[in-house]
């Protein structure tokens, strides 16, 4: 077989957005380029990849197989390339960090203070955001890694590595007629608003348990909307009892509520980005951070 790395190209990103034009459109090149790069890599591999009797090209069953593999092998060219950018490049410079503004503050100061003396002559930038701020800035190159909290949909070039998980906790103002109930049920929770987390566009990670509700990119408007009786929410419990919450809020009892109530939390950075030592330090050190 003598297939290559372009072909495995235009057909999976022919695959990814439903046609070889918008294949074309996305790779900079003509559509009858990659409709003769992918006759090519079907004749290479001895059987078709594509049903082509429809309107739209759809996969076969070999094609749907294909598909996979050819994402697999995509990725390891992306982390040889990255590898061999570290040997040529060596340690690195600079280091920008996109940071959920909801993340717990006093491990992640710890870990800076470390990289500090680590690496005494590293110029470190940190910036906020919410999370779809994160995976966009580390998809674009704005930022080397993120540190945020999971989310369903996350970008094809990116990796995401768990570093650890946070209980969800139910918090309402103390003067909310939910403070009555040590342990509200879903039927009384689901009575009066409820907030959610969503990211920049309006979209939610998990369904609300409350027809009535509002949705806020930020645990911590969240947590301050809660504090004026606006309505409850399910928060990381970090968030919860932070100094500039605590007061505001009551928390109830979660036994009622049969939803997942953990929240995971992951550093994600580009498959194809070069890791030199500062980045491969962090990546140790997150890795047993929240342990700590």
């Not at 990659?34 to 890599?41: D, G």
């Not at 342990?183 to 609300?208: S, Y």
């Not at 949705?215 to 911590?220: F, L």
Request: hydrophobic share 45%.
């Amino acid at each position: 077989m003598s297939w290559t790395l372009d072909e495995l190209n235009a057909f999976v990103h022919s695959v990814k957005l439903g046609s070889f034009s918008a294949a074309a459109r996305k790779m900079g090149k003509v559509q009858s380029r990659i409709s003769t790069a992918i006759s090519n890599l079907e004749v290479d591999l001895g059987f078709e990849l594509f049903d082509r009797s429809a309107k739209l090209p759809v996969l076969t069953k070999d094609g749907e197989q294909m598909f996979l593999e050819a994402q697999a092998v995509l990725a390891q060219c992306q982390r040889l390339e990255a590898r061999a950018m570290t040997v040529i490049t060596g340690e690195e410079l600079t280091l920008k960090v996109a940071l959920d503004e909801a993340v717990p503050n006093t491990a992640f100061e710890y870990l800076f203070q470390r990289l500090a003396i680590a690496f005494p002559l590293l110029k470190l930038t940190i910036i906020n955001g919410s999370q779809e701020d994160i995976s966009l800035w580390v998809e674009e190159g704005i930022a080397d890694i993120g540190i945020m909290f999971h989310i369903k949909s996350l970008a094809d070039s990116l990796e995401f590595m768990s570093i650890g998980h946070f209980q969800h906790s139910l918090v309402v103002s103390a003067d909310h007629p939910l403070a009555e109930f040590k342990a509200p049920t879903m039927h009384q929770l689901g009575q009066f608003r409820q907030i959610i987390i969503c990211d920049r566009t309006g979209q939610t990670q998990e369904p609300p348990l409350s027809a009535n509700h509002w949705q806020i990119d930020s645990y911590y408007f969240i947590s301050m909307m809660v504090a004026r009786g606006v309505g409850w929410a399910l928060i990381p419990e970090h968030v919860a009892k932070s100094d500039w919450v605590l007061e505001g809020l009551v928390e109830l009892s979660t036994e009622c509520i049969p939803a997942p109530l953990m929240v995971e939390i992951g550093v994600v950075n580009r498959r194809d980005k070069a890791i030199g030592p500062v980045m491969n330090w962090m990546f140790e050190e997150l890795d047993n951070l929240l342990d700590r």
